[in-house]
């Protein structure tokens, strides 16, 4: 998830639904035999919602400041939510007839450790980066 969020915070929407949708859905298919499609389609929906802030964050201009980081932040704990909370469970019902109980605590408790993730992990993924990519973009040619 960590990844996830870098990736979509630096090249947008398009790139964290990709990466949501593929990535969960080839480690399911590798891991498990089998694709549990009403988990996958709620990573592409954190993927779009963070890279839909992707120009906010200024990661690539080297503008990722304490407040961007507190904007990201925001921005994964509201999508984790929406991902988690709602649209995970509410699939796995429509789906594969899940029991309610049991789906809306698995998705709170994916909600808790994708937040913690991406928080911690995420953060620090993207800090560094923004030093590293604004630094490069410094250079000056010589006369």
Known sequence: MAVLAFLSAIFGPATGA??????HALGDALYYGSVWWSWVFPEAVVGIA????????AVSDGGFTKGKMVLFNIVQVIAN???WIIVAPVLDIAVYAEPATKVFLQGAFA???NIIIIG????????????????SSSLKKED
């Open 81 to 83: 939510a929406v991902a």
């Open 50 to 57: 963070i890279g839909a802030f992707a120009r906010k964050f």
């Open 18 to 23: 990709v990466i949501g949708l593929l990535g």
């Open 111 to 113: 909600f808790l450790g």
């Open 120 to 135: 911690v992990l995420g953060t620090l993924l993207l800090a560094t980066y923004s030093k590293i990519a604004g630094k």
